[in-house]
C-alpha cells in the first residue's frame, strides 16, 4: 500500500496550517480519503498535485534522450550533415547518431529542452554574415559553444537551363512563378522572406508559398517534377538532380552546442570528423561547400564571408 499522510503531516509538509490543509481538499482539489473516518492523504498524489501546480519549470530540463551512447543532432537539415553522421556510425559502431530535421529554430528549442547534444542553424542576423547568436541568446539561458560545420551557397534551384530567366525574388514575383518553400523556422525560410521584402512582394502572394518542403533535397524534387517553378535550397541539391541553379549568397551553417554536452564524449568524436580529409573530401564532391572553416569556435563579430 501507499503511504499514507494525516492532517497534520500533510500540513507540516506544505507548510501550513491545519484549517488550511481542509480548505485545499475543497477547494483546490489535494487528493485525500475519508475511508477511515479521518482525512488520509497518499503520499505519491499529494507529490503529483503539488507537481501539476507547479510554475516557472527551469527552462533546460535533462533528458535521458541525450544520455550514453548516442549523439542526437536537431535543427537544419544538410546533405553534408547526413553523410558524415553516417560516416560517424561507421567508425563508432558502438554509437548510434540520429538527427531530427525540425528547422534551425526547432534545434534550438530541442537544446533548450535538453533534447539532443547539437543543434544545426543558419539564422542569419544581418548583411555583414553574422548568424545565428542572436537566436541563441533568445532561445537558451546560457551562451552555447558555437562550432562552424560549413559554409554553403543558398540559392533558386530551377529548372535545367532556366527556361524562366529567374535572377532573383523580383523575377518570381513579376513572372507569376509558382515556388516551392520550406517551413516556418527554418534559416531558408527566413532568407526567403527577406528577398521578397527586398523585392517589395507580400510573400503570401506568391503561388506555391504555402507549399513547403521538409528537407532541401524536397525542394529540389519538386522542381525536377514540374510541380514548381523555382525554390531555395542549396546549390549541392541541383548539382545532384542535374537541374539549374542561381546562386543568391554563402552562409554560415553551425553546430549549437551546450556547454554541458561540449565535451562529452560522442560530441567530441562528431567534431574530430571535421579536422579529417574524408570530411573536405566530401564537400568538394557534393559541391556548394566551403569547409575551410569547419571545427572552428565561431565568437560574435567576427564574421567572415568565404
Known sequence: MKHLLSTKEV???????????????SEKGLPATKATGKWLFPSHLVEQWIESRTMNYPRRMESAAVEGEVLVVAGSNDILLDRMLKVFMERHS???????????????????????????????????????????????????????????????????GNPRSVAGAADITQGRLTVVNRPLG??????????????????????????????????????????????????????????GFVPVQWER???????????????????GLLNEPEFHK????????DTSRSGRVVYPGEAVKP
Open 253 to 271: 551553417f553551425d553546430l549549437i552546442i551546450p556547454k554541458e554536452h561540449f565535451f562529452d564524449k560522442p560530441v567530441q568524436l562528431f567534431l
Open 282 to 289: 566530401a564537400a568538394e564532391e557534393l559541391e556548394g561547400y
Open 186 to 243: 527554418t534559416g531558408t525560410r527566413l532568407l526567403f522572406d527577406t528577398l521578397l521584402t527586398q523585392a517589395g512582394a507580400d510573400p503570401h502572394t506568391v503561388k506555391g508559398y504555402e507549399n513547403e518542403a521538409g528537407r532541401h533535397m524536397d525542394v529540389g524534387i519538386e522542381v525536377l517534377a514540374g510541380r514548381a517553378d523555382t525554390g531555395m535550397a542549396i546549390r549541392t541539391v541541383a548539382a545532384r538532380l542535374d537541374l
Open 94 to 160: 558502438d554509437y548510434l547518431a540520429a538527427f531530427c530535421n525540425l528547422g534551425s529554430l526547432g534545434g534550438l528549442k530541442a537544446v533548450r529542452r535538453g533534447q539532443c547534444h547539437i543543434a544545426t542553424s543558419h539564422l542569419m542576423e544581418n548583411a555583414e554574415g553574422e548568424y545565428n547568436f542572436a537566436a541563441a541568446a533568445q532561445e537558451l539561458d546560457e551562451k552555447p559553444a558555437v562550432v562552424n560545420f560549413c559554409y554553403r551557397e543558398q540559392g533558386f534551384v530551377v529548372a535545367k
Open 11 to 25: 500540513a507540516k509538509y506544505l507548510g501550513v496550517n491545519e484549517k488550511m490543509v481542509y480548505a485545499l481538499i
